[in-house]
């Protein structure tokens, strides 16, 4: 990952490069986003700069092609090390061996496609879907053996721990002398999402390094240029997805699955309602996987919220499209005081259903026809 590869967060960059040119380099790190923010992606970013063999005077990026970026590119430098959240898989079945370094090569996939991803996208990549990932305690003492070899050619060794939030306890205190007075040219990169969930003894021992959300602009120019999206469309997906690119990759997904005018078609069907097509509905939906099936439902819930803008404060102030601003206006004739919160309701209880693995079959039914009788409430 290159500064290059992330458009935007100019000042930041800047501020990061100027440090490094005075040698200010803080053993240990805590970069904080929000999710979708490049705080992950801008971290990796540092790394491969600060490591760059041609980094000089003047250098403002890595330069992607000598010996240390190459293998930072491919995240496979052997002075750079990765500590993230697991849990037992099909394959690592016992919680003591299920330690980052058994999912090097997930981890690596995940950081090439998904760089912006949050902790479901990684269960996902690690299929494990269903179970609760943390730093288990004996990541502790791996963190400690691998910085206490000599490094083998870098110019700084790296740990870059993921989420140090979902850090077991003890394993965050046996790291905390070496985090406090780590051996030379070590450094700590810390790359949180929730400051409040991280161990204050470990917060009290690092460097805030905050990365704010994308800008509207910044996440056009992301989905056009990275993503190919056509230029309308990735205005009307950046307005939607509040500065979260993962957010945004997601309304894409579900948009695909089932775009605007698929949802039209099940609040149309809803409304009636007419039941055997619902059914049929329910089993479509069924057979989305569970982030698309949370992209429909987080879809429902935009349209709402949209909806709610544009009663009360005016068109505006809506974050919509043309296309979308006429369905929106449709909407709003069957929206009123009294079913918007408990339609908003059904919507979140359903994704967090979803989330707890209820059977989308059902829940997507049992959903439809309560949006049916709310949509007919006066
Ligand atoms: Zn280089």
């Keep these: 990952m290159r500064f290059s590869d992330i458009i935007g967060f100019e000042e930041l960059k800047q501020t990061l490069v100027a440090a490094v040119r005075k040698g200010h380099i803080p053993h240990a790190q805590l970069w904080l986003g929000r999710e979708g923010s490049p705080h992950l992606a801008l971290s990796l970013g540092y790394a491969t700069f600060l490591n760059c063999e041609s980094r000089s005077e003047t250098s403002t990026d890595s330069c992607g092609t000598c010996a240390s970026c190459y293998k930072y590119d ?77 490094s083998f050619e870098a110019n700084y060794k790296v740990m870059l721990i993921w989420l140090p939030e979902l850090m077991n306890a003890s394993a965050a205190n046996s790291i905390l002398k070496i985090l406090e007075e780590p051996p030379e040219k070590t450094i700590f990169l810390l790359v949180a999402q929730q400051i409040e969930q991280v161990l204050p003894t470990i917060l009290s021992r690092t460097q805030l390094v905050s ?127 009294r079913n918007l919160v408990a339609l908003s309701s059904i919507f979140n209880r359903t994704y967090y259903e979803i989330e707890r693995n209820a059977n989308p079959r059902m829940a997507f039914l049992s959903l439809s026809l309560r949006i049916g009788n709310l949509l007919k409430m006066k």
């Design 211 to 337: 990365v704010r959300p994308y800008t509207d602009a910044e996440l056009v120019a992301t989905l056009t240029q990275h993503y190919k999206l056509p230029s309308e469309k990735a205005h009307q997906t950046a307005l939607l997805a509040n500065g979260n690119l993962n957010q945004a990759l997601r309304l894409l997904e579900a948009a695909e699955q089932t775009g605007q005018h698929a949802f039209r078609h099940w609040m149309r069907l809803c409304v009636k309602p007419d039941i055997t097509a619902l059914i049929k509905e329910a089993d479509r939906f069924a057979t989305l996987d569970k982030e698309s099936q949370k992209g429909v439902l987080q879809y429902g819930l935009t349209i709402l919220r949209e909806t709610l803008t544009f009663q009360y404060v005016g068109e505006e102030q809506t974050r919509l499209m043309p296309e979308a601003m006429e369905f929106v206006q449709q909407f709003s004739k069957v929206i009123n005081e």
């Design 74 to 150: 491919r995240y496979i430098h052997p002075d750079l090390h990765f500590v993230f959240p697991t849990a037992t898989t099909k394959q690592v079945t016992k919680r003591e061996d299920a330690v980052s370094s058994a999912f090097l090569k997930e981890w690596r996939e995940f950081l090439k496609n998904k760089p912006y991803g949050n902790l479901a996208d990684w269960a996902a990549e690690l299929g494990v879907e269903n179970k609760q990932c943390i730093i288990p305690v004996q990541e502790g003492r791996n963190i400690i053996k691998s910085l206490s070899l000599k």
